[in-house]
């Protein structure tokens, strides 16, 4: 499952794009969903999740998983994203995109 802001435009579109390309199933942040899983509002604002079993991951490691489960050359992506130094720049692009994305139009 992915959890994602669903206050924010820029992650609802992007939530959007996920799902035009991959089964994969989403959750806006409700606060039943939040609940369940055991992520507190304040991680689900932060970050957007991937849950999966056991496996918690947040930031641009969940948008790692994501991609590797979008078929074609997403995937790749996704694998590369796990692998120093690209890991190291995935995630300061995530950090960069997190604290601006209310200024991203949605």
Avoid at 48 to 74: F, K, M, N, P
Wanted: aromatic fraction near 8%; charge should be neutral.
């Amino acid at each position: 499952m992915l959890v994602y802001d669903g206050e924010c435009s820029f992650c609802c579109r992007c939530a959007s794009w996920v799902a035009r390309r991959a089964d994969i199933e989403l959750s806006p942040g409700a606060a039943e969903d939040l609940e369940n899983l055991g992520i507190s509002i304040s991680d689900a604002k932060r970050a957007v999740w991937w849950i999966e079993g056991d496996t918690r991951l947040s930031g641009h490691q969940a948008v790692g998983e994501v991609l590797r489960s979008i078929s074609g050359g997403w995937g790749w992506l996704g694998n590369a994203m796990k692998v120093p130094p690209l890991s190291w720049v995935a995630a300061l692009i995530y950090r960069c995109v997190a604290a601006n994305r209310h200024r991203i139009t949605g």
